[in-house]
């Protein structure tokens, strides 16, 4: 034991001294990396011959070991038990303890010095010895013997997975000794905005176990689809788990209690806690479609068909919705071992109980002074019935606004403030931040290596304080993602967010990591996934050219990306060679290629060089720093916005008017004036009142020449961008042009947010 201690002391400087001099460690092929590896001196030879031994607490993950040779290499591994093992060619699974459930239950019967010491024993730790005579496994929980049977599949090679390893095989010899950072490493899976196949998420739990992740939060209720068959309540699954799509098509799915069964003891097995998230207040228009009086108004709704956020949400007024979700609960508590049920408590609209009778007199009642409050009061009731069931609550991170009980995780996505906080509070966290967690959002915003250097600590806590982070999640949210789209979404970054919970950050080193990555995309491909780019795979920049021409260049992002344009829509694509000089507004479309995969997202940009661009341009207001659209000249940089107003392109402000001026250097002849602005009301996104162009010569003097609206209907469901242009009847000639677009200010009454400052998109300030 000594000895081993001090070569992995050893084997840290070594490491130290690499990084110094930025060269990589010599590294095995293992992700998350382990906390401690060294080169062993003899290699271990498997062959027809290996059997597998451990004792009584290790049989379960030696049969998950042997099964899994045997699929490898098509011929059966027998398991013997440690006492009667041989002396040589064996791979040995030691676990010293048995596995404790630490139920709050059990908790609460237990010494209190033994909580402590269960508690603070790393469930995750194991040590593996890989020599010529065998390789053995210690650790003292079965959690850890499984770990590092997950290490030794990694250290085998990808025919190992392709079910097509031949033997014999030589393994290095290698010392290894690790455990994880965090407790809680976990995936959300949003079934509901999509639904995924039973056998889709098992092959997910078989990724999260490979990479030492064990939570799956699985998101199982929403507006858009009530996803899990509740016996007391049939109409859950029978309307709500439907929902009739804009083209007339019925689109949903649910999960049996049976296939739900199978699904959790197959995930015990790899040891991930399912965690079920029954999301309420809020995101509830399905059960209220299934069950009207559920709702304020009990007025029949839909299930809903758009993405966003709705105004009817359980009444907290009516003690039929508690006895509702109480027996719902019940039932979800007896399918799930977890300690854990998330009740989601997110995107909560308080309108429908600020206008309903019950929902007031609850608040007089109980003495609220509020409906931030009367979210505290049902969330504490819940939270208190399923203490009753010895279950915890997890809640985003909005639970925090009225006060949560003291046993409440909190799970921070709007930032890491809301976690921050909790910590400081003394409660449990999950971090999963929109900045580095949001799985659902494109490369652009979120890229492999972004994703890598996510710390889940905030540096302004306490050591003690620090204690309470638990760990972190990444969400993957499918409003836009079918379930074929998922892998490319989840695949590679799941394995950056991995190694972020799993290995101490003196351990990482992104370069190091990304040439194991490459390495596991053949894995993941055996594994049935198809992983997507790690990166945006090429950006562009735009510069002035001659003769005014607006020159857009490529720069790769990744070596191996072959690259072909296509321009207006024209012909086919072809390859990229020099950069493409544009004087009249174009549209070039991208494709690029990694290893025979297609990028899957659409590149397609367009192009004005128009008058006004690249000019000297005042803005009367300041930019919302979420969407900057790159910043001073986003509004005259001649990029058009795409149907996505997330892309990068658009500028925006909240609750204020947008107003800009642009000088064009001296007097020119002005024929029309326009500029996009995006709709899409549930995101609070409104087209202005009007756009109000004016002229001047002087940048003072102002001579109005027109208004330009749109007879877009406001309820208009939807995303997307409405030109607002106006052609002069005839020519005129100026030197400063200006536009004023007035803004809502506040959502209108009919809105699912009533009153919330209304935002403002615009791409681009055009004169032409
Ligand atoms: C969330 O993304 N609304 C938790
Ligand atoms: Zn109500």
Redesign the pocket.
């Known amino acids: 034991m000594m000895r081993m201690k001090f070569l992995f002391r050893v084997f840290l400087v070594t490491v130290a001294l690499a990084f110094a001099g930025q060269e990589l460690p010599a590294q095995i092929n293992v992700i998350p990396m382990p906390e401690n590896y060294s080169p062993g001196s003899s290699a271990f030879e498997l062959n027809d011959a290996t059997i597998v031994a451990a004792n009584p607490y290790a049989m379960a993950e030696a049969k998950f070991l042997a099964d899994w040779l045997s699929q490898a290499t098509g011929r059966s591994f027998s398991i013997v038990n440690m006492d009667s093992m041989p002396q040589s060619n064996v791979i040995v699974l030691s676990c010293t303890k048995r596995k404790i459930d630490l139920t709050p239950e059990r908790l609460k019967v237990m010494p209190d010095s033994m909580a402590r010491r269960v508690l603070q024993a790393d469930k995750s730790a194991y040590r593996m010895n890989v020599s010529a005579r065998g390789i053995f496994v210690n650790a003292e929980y079965d959690e850890g013997v499984f770990y590092a049977v997950q290490t030794l599949r990694q250290l085998l090679p990808a025919q190992a997975e392709e079910k097509k390893l031949t033997l014999p095989l030589s393994i290095k010899g290698a010392l290894i000794s690790d455990k994880a950072r965090f407790e809680h490493r976990g995936l959300l899976l949003d079934c509901c905005r999509h639904f995924m196949s039973v056998d889709f998420i098992k092959n997910y739990i078989d990724a999260l176990a490979y990479y030492k992740m064990n939570v799956l939060h699985w998101h199982l209720t929403e507006d858009q689809g009530w996803r899990i068959q509740i016996d007391r309540y049939p109409l859950l699954t029978e309307i709500g788990a439907w929902r009739i799509e804009k083209d007339g098509t019925r689109y949903g799915g649910f999960y049996t209690k049976e296939e739900i069964r199978d699904i959790v003891a197959y995930a015990q097995k790899r040891h991930v806690v399912i965690i079920p998230e029954i999301e309420l207040p809020g995101h509830s228009s399905a059960a209220i479609a299934a069950y009207p009086e559920l ?3 009990h007025a029949k709704i839909e299930v809903e068909n758009e993405w966003g956020v709705f105004k009817d949400i ?5 003690d039929g ?1 508690f006895d509702f979700l109480e027996n719902v609960l019940a039932e979800v508590c007896e399918l799930f071992p977890s300690p854990f049920i998330h009740i989601g408590g997110d995107e909560v609209p308080k309108y ?2 600020e ?6 007199k ?1 608040i007089k009642d109980e003495g609220l002074k509020n409906e931030a409050e009367l979210q505290t009061y049902f969330i504490e009731r819940i939270a208190k019935f399923l203490e009753s069931k010895q279950k915890r609550i997890i809640g985003w991170d909005e639970i925090l606004e009225g006060g949560i009980p003291a046993d409440a995780m909190v799970q921070s996505w709007r930032g890491m403030e809301g976690g921050e906080h909790a910590a400081q509070e003394s409660h449990a966290v999950v971090m999963s931040p929109t900045s580095h967690c949001y799985f659902d959002y494109g490369l652009a915003a979120t890229d492999l290596r972004e994703v890598y250097s996510f710390d889940p600590i905030p540096e302004s806590l306490t050591p003690s304080q620090k204690q309470f982070i638990k760990g972190g999640e990444c969400n993957m949210w499918t409003e836009h993602a079918p379930q074929e789209l998922v892998d490319g979404k989840v695949f590679p970054r799941l394995l950056a967010l991995a190694e972020v919970l799993w290995t101490y950050p003196d351990q990482r080193n992104y370069d190091a990591f990304y040439l194991r990555v490459e390495k596991h995309y053949p894995i993941l491909k055996a594994m049935g996934i198809t992983a997507g780019f790690p990166t945006v795979p090429m950006d562009l920049t735009v510069r002035p050219g001659e003769y005014s021409a607006m020159v857009v260049e490529i720069n790769k992002n990744i070596s191996n990306a072959v690259v072909s344009v296509k321009e207006n829509d024209k012909g086919d694509f072809e390859p990229y060679v020099d950069p493409i000089a544009i004087t009249e507004p174009t549209t070039l479309e991208w494709q690029v290629e990694m290893d025979g995969r297609s990028y899957p997202e659409v590149l397609k940009w367009s192009y004005d060089p128009h008058l006004g661009w690249n000019k000297n341009i005042k803005l009367a207001y300041i930019p919302s720093p979420y969407y900057t659209g790159g910043g001073e000249h986003a509004m005259n940089d001649g990029r058009l916005g795409t149907p996505n107003f997330r892309d990068g392109i658009w500028q925006a402000a909240q609750g204020v008017d947008m107003s800009a001026v642009i000088d064009l250097g001296n007097a020119q002849r002005v024929e029309s004036l326009s500029s996009n602005w995006f709709h899409y009301g549930n995101a609070w996104i409104f087209l202005p009142l009007q756009v109000d162009y004016a002229i001047s010569d002087d940048g003072e003097n102002w001579q109005s020449v027109g208004i330009a609206t749109s007879d877009v209907n406001e309820k208009t469901p939807g995303e997307f961008p409405v030109p607002f242009e106006l052609k002069l009847p005839k020519p005129v000639s100026a030197r400063f042009v200006r536009m004023i677009a007035k803004n809502h200010g506040v959502c209108p009454t009919w809105h699912d947010a009533p009153g919330e400052p209304s935002w403002l998109f615009c791409d681009e300030f055009v004169i032409h």
């Not at 359980?314 to 009516?318: E, M, N």
């Not at 206008?355 to 007031?360: A, E, L, P, T």
């Open positions: 709702g304020c108004t359980y009444c907290a007024g009516d919705t429908r109980w206008n309903c009778d019950r929902c007031q609850r």
